[in-house]
């Protein structure tokens, strides 16, 4: 007989404790400003680069204590105390040669910062145009995001980040290296991922037009009824995404994650699984160029795999009860699941 469930969610949207309230990203890199490499010329270089953070939290963030690192063992830059990033906000952290007067607006027609969206300028960090690292750590040294761009060097790196700009363009004709998403681990640590970036034309406080909102840490516990009034299951649920069904082997309806993905329609189950979890990929063909990467709340990524087929199945048996997220990149998209293993 066909079994009916009704979802009923427990009233408590962080009833798993959230470990961290502050998510900012490195959300916007311009290493290769227009006024780049024109010293020769007289001309104060490296106006016009700049780093943008991003609040993806639901609380204002305080930056007091927190540092940028460069590539340079020189190039930190110490946050003013009472840094506050509002949620949904930006901060560009700009750099303005000794005495030029640059500010980013010379640069960017219509730029216009407000109280929530901020620029401060600082002379520590020059962005190499060969690429280099960039690290955002907290008040307690913890690295909470990274990226490292790769300016110059072999062209067919994969996944390689660049954004190169000529000489003497307008700011807003220029392309820079941006955030699409962000995955998160349980100690709110931003996990770095190439895939995660674009470069785009694209102006500072703003996002790019594909920029998904992250994953935050953050669960609720939810319950399984039937509908003569009995619990037959409890477990942890994705907030984010309402509870859908499918047919498992035993021909029983099982939790799973139905969404659509570009062009396509993904399916995952089961969600909350013992170990053994299944995706289809609805619309799949020879053009569709897939791949799954899942990773322990930690940041760990223990599965790395393209799927060439409609169906992939992938087994958890042997890991710890806990979260996993699930990231799926089908061509040019990119959408993140929290999977619980039971």
């Not at 300016?151 to 700011?171: H, I, M, Y």
């Not at 990929?281 to 760990?300: H, L, M, V």
């Amino acid at each position: 007989m066909k079994k009916n469930y009704i979802l009923l969610i427990i009233c408590f949207f962080v009833s798993i404790v959230v470990h961290a309230a502050d998510f900012i990203i490195i959300n916007k890199i311009m290493y290769d400003s227009p006024l780049n490499e024109q010293i020769a010329q007289n001309i104060p270089y490296s106006n016009g680069e700049y780093i943008e953070l991003y609040n993806a939290g639901i609380s204002s963030a305080d930056l007091t204590g927190w540092t940028l690192r460069g590539g340079g063992t020189t190039e930190t830059y110490n946050f003013p105390n009472n840094t506050i990033i509002a949620p949904k906000s930006f901060l560009v952290i700009a750099y303005q040669y000794y005495n030029s007067g640059f500010t980013v607006d010379q640069l960017y027609s219509g730029l216009y910062p407000s109280g929530n969206n901020q620029i401060l300028y600082q002379r520590k960090i020059i962005l190499s145009n060969s690429g280099e690292p960039v690290y955002l750590k907290d008040n307690q040294s913890v690295v909470r995001d990274s990226i490292y761009y790769d300016g110059t060097s072999n062209k067919t790196k994969p996944n390689r980040l660049s954004a190169d700009n000529v000489d003497g363009l307008s700011g807003n004709s220029c392309v820079c290296l941006q955030r699409k998403t962000a995955l998160f681990t349980d100690a709110g640590c931003a996990i770095p991922d190439n895939l995660e970036w674009i470069t785009a034309l694209v102006n500072p406080l703003q996002l790019h037009i594909s920029f998904i909102t992250p994953v935050l840490p953050g669960l609720g516990l939810g319950y399984y009824y039937d509908l003569a009034g009995n619990r037959v299951s409890r477990g942890i649920i994705n907030l984010s995404r309402s509870a859908s069904y499918v047919k498992s082997n035993n021909n029983e309806e099982t939790p799973a994650i139905r969404e659509e993905v570009g062009k396509h329609n993904i399916t995952i189950y089961p969600n909350p699984t013992k170990g053994q979890l299944s995706l289809y990929i609805d619309g799949y063909d020879e053009n569709t160029a897939a791949e799954i990467r899942i990773y322990e709340s930690s940041g760990k990524l223990i599965i790395n795999r393209k799927v060439d087929a409609p169906t992939a199945d992938f087994d958890l048996s042997a890991k710890a009860q806990g979260v996993y997220f699930l990231r799926i990149r089908i061509n040019d998209d990119l959408l993140t699941y929290k999977i619980i293993k039971e």
